[in-house]
C-alpha cells in the first residue's frame, strides 16, 4: 500500500534526486502513489531531467525547469551520495588518504547538495510546508564516532550536516513554514552498501526504508528544521 502523505499542501511537486538509484527509486514510486503530488520530478545522472552533482549547470537547468512548472515546489529528496567506486575504497587509516577520493567525496556529498540547495530553496513557496530533505549518514556524526575510519565519507557527511544546518537558518527567514533536513535512510540493500553490510545489521529493502523516510517527512514541522535525523525520526548527535 502506498504511504500517504496528510501534511503538504494539495496539487504541489516534489523531486527526486538520484531517482535511479535503489533508494531514490523506491521514494519516487512511494511519492506517486501517495497521490499528494499533481507532479513528481525524477531527476538524475542517467535520467530525465538530467542531473549531475557535480555539474552545477545541470542543476540550474533542473531547477529553472521545476519553477516553469505549474506546481508549487514541495519538497525534495536528495538521495545522491558517494562511497566508493572502482577505484576508492573508504579508508582504513590515515596512510590511505587521498587527495583525489577526498575530493570526490566532498564534491558529491557536500558540495552537490550544497548546490543543490542554492538553486531549488528559492523555489519554495512563501507559505505552507515544504521541505528539502538530503540523505546523511550515521558515520557522519562526530559525536557518534567511536571507531575512527571511513575518513572522505565521514567528513564529508559531516560537512554536509553543517550546511544542512546553515540553509534552514536562511530558509527560516524566507518560509517560515519550511522545513531543512539531514536524514540517515539506516542500512539499506543498495550497491552503495552491500560490500559493508555485515550479517546482524538491520538491513532492509529500499522499498522499506522509502516507506519509513516517507513517514519521516510527512511529520516533520518547521519546529525541526536544521536537524540531523533517523529513518524513525529521531534526533541524531552532530
Known amino acids: 500500500m502506498a504511504e500517504q502523505l496528510d501534511s503538504f499542501p494539495e496539487g504541489g511537486s516534489a523531486l527526486v534526486l538520484g531517482a535511479s538509484g535503489g533508494i531514490g527509486r523506491a521514494v519516487a514510486h512511494g511519492l506517486v502513489g501517495s497521490g499528494c503530488f499533481a507532479r513528481v520530478f525524477e531527476a538524475s545522472r542517467s ?3 538530467r542531473v549531475d552533482l557535480e555539474d552545477e549547470e ?9 519553477s516553469d512548472s505549474e506546481f508549487a515546489l514541495r519538497l525534495v529528496l536528495d538521495a545522491t551520495g558517494f562511497l566508493h567506486d572502482e577505484r576508492f575504497r573508504p579508508e582504513r587509516s590515515w596512510r590511505h588518504l587521498e587527495t583525489a577520493h577526498l575530493e570526490k567525496s566532498f564534491c558529491v556529498n557536500a558540495i552537490g547538495p550544497a548546490l543543490l540547495m ?7 513557496p512563501r507559505r505552507g ?6 540523505l546523511s549518514a550515521r558515520v557522519g ?3 557518534d564516532n567511536g571507531y575512527g575510519g571511513w575518513y572522505a565519507y565521514r567528513a564529508s557527511k559531516a560537512a554536509l550536516n553543517q550546511l544542512v544546518r546553515t540553509a534552514s537558518i536562511e530558509l527560516s527567514r524566507r518560509c517560515p513554514d519550511a522545513i531543512c533536513v539531514a536524514v540517515h535512510p539506516g ?26 523516510l516517507i513517514s519521516v517527512l510527512d511529520g516533520l514541522s518547521a519546529a525541526q528544521s536544521g536537524t540531523f535525523l533517523d529513518y524513525r525520526g529521531e534526533v541524531l548527535p552532530w
Open 141 to 143: 556524526s562526530i559525536g
Open 47 to 49: 535520467g530525465t531531467p
Open 187 to 212: 542500512t539499506v540493500e543498495t550497491p552503495l552498501t552491500a560490500p559493508y553490510s555485515k550479517q546482524g545489521l538491520n538491513v532492509r529493502s529500499p522499498e522499506q526504508a522509502a516507506t519509513q
Open 58 to 66: 545541470s542543476i540550474q537547468a533542473l531547477a529553472t525547469e521545476i
Open 129 to 134: 510546508k515544504a521541505v528539502f530533505a538530503t
Open 118 to 124: 542554492k538553486h531549488l530553496l528559492p523555489l519554495f
